[in-house]
């Protein structure tokens, strides 16, 4: 089995902070590329930010200097810590692998932004 599970989403004002996680079976975390996706409703889903096995990120334009995804190799998770949150990222948030020849999703966690 290949098992993301997100969590860490919720209610959250704009201006304000959010840290999700994402915690993978085994060593996937560690050993593959990682992304972060949203999807809100009517829309596509649409890439936020990876971060590769060496740790190298890149991230939409929408979202840099504002978000950051990094990992945790000892408890197989990485995070995406996301700061100065606006309305326009309410969104459901997947995490996603990539090894080679697959990729795998996360169930999703709801990000709601709202005063």
């Known amino acids: 089995q290949v098992l993301l599970v997100e969590s860490g989403g919720g209610l959250v004002q704009p201006g304000g902070s959010l840290r999700l996680s994402c915690v993978t079976s085994?060593?996937?975390?560690?050993?593959?590329?990682m992304g972060w996706y949203r999807q809100a409703p009517g829309k596509l889903r649409e890439f936020v930010a990876t971060?590769?096995?060496?740790?190298?990120?890149n991230y939409v334009d929408s979202v840099k200097g504002r978000f950051t995804n990094s990992r945790d190799s000892a408890k197989n998770t990485v995070n995406l810590q996301m700061n100065s949150v606006e309305p326009e990222g309410t969104a459901v948030y997947y995490c996603?692998?990539?090894?080679?020849?697959?990729?795998?999703w996360g169930q999703g966690t709801q990000v709601t932004v709202s005063s």
């Open positions: 971060i590769t096995s060496s740790s190298i990120t």
């Open positions: 996603s692998t990539t090894p080679p020849g697959a990729r795998y």
């Open positions: 085994g060593s996937i975390a560690r050993d593959y590329a």
